[in-house]
């Protein structure tokens, strides 16, 4: 913690393992309500994750307690303080962006720390897309294709015997964080697999609700423009009918 900031500036580090090598690799998550068990577990599935994908880095996280409503000044302030802090730790853990954090914050921990002290830089930093391009909700559809095309040789076994597989076109969908990743598997799911009907969406400011299937178009372009979707999409859509619209608002995104 940096008590001497006139913002507060802190977080939790956690390494979990560094059996496959050094440095630890995992993300930042900055939430309000982050805490100390949270990144704990975080750590330990990206010890399992680099481990399964055979990289040669530790499972690391790293959590920073802040507010959403931040100014972008007062978020770049953060980073920047955070990036100070774990400086001294640059031998055994780099992070990488994640809830709260983005490609721009890596860039501010790569120019106070160096060039080798964060992934997922952007491109003007020699860095890569991955966020803009939506290269890990491609991955996400990727899976969900494939889990559709093997389903049926599982019958096979006795377990599967019974196992009920649904058409593409029966699929309902919700997707719980309609961001980085979230909002890009949503695109990409219309545009690879077009009958699937994606019902729920939800973000940090509640959650979108509709039986027959929500405007993925519209949604990503409401994200595009301001990253939070559910409530803008309230107020220019839904307030005016109420009930009679047919897609349902909560401010509780934990609902869904």
């Not at 959590?63 to 031998?91: K, M, T």
């Not at 720390?113 to 830089?121: F, I, P, T």
């Not at 377990?159 to 890009?184: R, T, Y």
Request: aromatic fraction near 6%; hydrophobic fraction near 40%; proline fraction near 5%.
């Amino acid at each position: 913690w940096d008590e001497k900031s006139e913002l507060e500036i802190g977080g939790y580090l956690v390494v979990d393992n560094l059996s496959m090598g050094r440095p630890s690799m995992g993300g930042i998550r900055m939430l309000s309500d982050v805490t100390p068990s949270d990144i704990h577990n975080l750590a330990r599935g990206m010890t399992l994750k680099n481990g399964a994908a055979n990289l040669p880095y530790g499972g690391g996280k790293l959590g920073i307690v802040a507010e959403s409503n931040l100014s972008p000044e007062e978020h770049v302030g953060v980073v920047r303080g955070i990036s100070r802090l774990i400086r001294r730790y640059r031998d055994v853990y780099v992070p990488g962006p994640d809830v709260g954090t983005n490609d721009a914050d890596m860039k501010t921990i790569a120019i106070e720390n160096g060039l080798d002290s964060a992934v997922s830089k952007p491109a003007d930093m020699g860095g890569n897309r991955i966020d803009e391009l939506g290269a890990a909700a491609g991955g996400v559809i990727i899976a969900l294709q494939t889990l559709l095309e093997i389903m049926p040789r599982l019958r096979v076994l006795p377990q599967f015997v019974n196992l009920e597989i649904p058409e593409s076109k029966d699929l309902e969908i919700l997707i719980q964080g309609f961001g980085a990743v979230g909002a890009h598997a949503a695109r990409i799911m219309k545009e690879r697999i077009p009958e699937v009907k994606i019902i729920g969406i939800s973000d940090l400011e509640g959650y979108l609700f509709n039986k027959s299937g929500l405007p993925i178009e519209e949604l990503f372009k409401f994200w595009k423009e301001q990253k939070l979707v559910t409530n803008a999409y309230f107020k220019e859509n839904i307030i005016l009918e109420g009930y009679k619209h047919p897609t349902k608002f909560s401010t509780n995104p934990n609902n869904l």
